[in-house]
């Protein structure tokens, strides 16, 4: 019983941070049909950013809680800046090219920004680990987890549910669901698409500062770290379908559990487990278990 409950547990904590890379994503995708290789490397500046801020805030002297206003500022700040830049510098001259020529031009970046992170913190690892610990630990039987982890899931959750909200509850929600279902209609109709693309990447990038910022204090923060991050949220976006938010969060959930139950039974098998699970969903469900909506052509 203690095997299933470690295996429960640590697949929702895994699922919780492979979601917040994974919301990102999928949102880009859906909206402007861009498949961002770059996402990854966003991440990484998160991580960075916050460890730098949450460092010079706590070598400071300054309130160890307040190292947390750290990390989400360091995340807005990656996110609300390299956002738009990236969108209006770059993405902007791209829109209505192929979908493969995309990917190309975000993988492009995605070299371009890795290049920059090791110009701008060296290769060195950078450690933050004061948040991780300062809230204590929890007993679940006689296993033990830091309370920041149950933090982790309570922000996943809150995403999950404000993306829902944002979506399906507000005016400007509608709008992005009518861009979804038909770009050229919606552009017709007077709603600027271009102004929607910019706040969508804008989304994009901030989940996956987040998501790095918020994952500083667990891990040490290397060059290259984005690079597994873009692949296992390719891999959860794929499962739960290209797009598609409630897919994300599934497939989040799935790739985090398998994984858990190899990392304790089999740990050897712990990359494969990921890849099998895909291939097996994909056999029955080629676009994945939730299925994107798309434009209806008359």
């Not at 049909?33 to 460890?51: D, E, P, V």
């Not at 807005?76 to 020529?101: H, N, Q, S």
């Not at 920041?148 to 922000?155: A, E, F, K, T």
Request: include cysteine.
């Amino acid at each position: 019983m203690e095997t299933v409950l470690a295996i429960v547990v640590d697949g929702v904590i895994h699922a919780s941070w492979l979601f917040m890379m994974a919301a990102g994503l999928t949102i880009i995708y859906g909206v402007m049909r861009i498949l961002n290789m770059a996402h990854g490397s966003l991440y990484a500046l998160g991580a960075y950013a916050a460890a730098s801020l949450a460092g010079a805030w706590l070598s400071g002297g300054h309130a160890p809680l307040g190292s947390y206003l750290m990390l989400v500022l360091a995340a807005l700040a990656v996110g609300l800046i390299l956002g738009p830049v990236i969108e209006r510098g770059l993405l902007l001259f791209m829109y209505g090219r192929d979908e493969v020529v995309l990917v190309l031009v975000t993988y492009a970046l995605f070299l371009i920004l890795e290049d920059a992170v090791k110009l701008v913190w060296g290769v060195e690892s950078y450690f933050i680990a004061e948040p991780y610990g300062l809230l204590g630990n929890v007993e679940l039987g006689s296993l033990s987890y830091p309370v920041y982890s149950g933090l982790l899931v309570l922000v996943a959750l809150a995403t999950g549910l404000g993306l829902r909200w944002g979506i399906y509850g507000t005016r400007y929600g509608k709008l992005l669901l009518a861009v979804i279902h038909d770009r050229e209609m919606s552009a017709a109709l007077g709603i600027d698409v271009r102004r929607v693309y910019l706040v969508t990447f804008t989304l994009g990038t901030t989940l996956a500062a987040i998501g790095g910022a918020i994952t500083a204090p667990t891990v040490s923060v290397v060059p290259g770290m984005g690079v597994e991050v873009i692949v296992l949220a390719f891999a959860v976006i794929v499962i739960g379908g290209l797009g598609s938010v409630p897919g994300a969060a599934l497939g989040a959930m799935i790739v985090g559990v398998v994984r858990s139950a190899a990392v304790h039974l089999l740990p050897q098998l712990e990359l494969f487990s990921i890849y099998a699970v895909m291939a097996c969903v994909l056999a029955f469900r080629p676009r994945g278990l939730f299925v994107a909506p798309e434009a209806r052509k008359i």
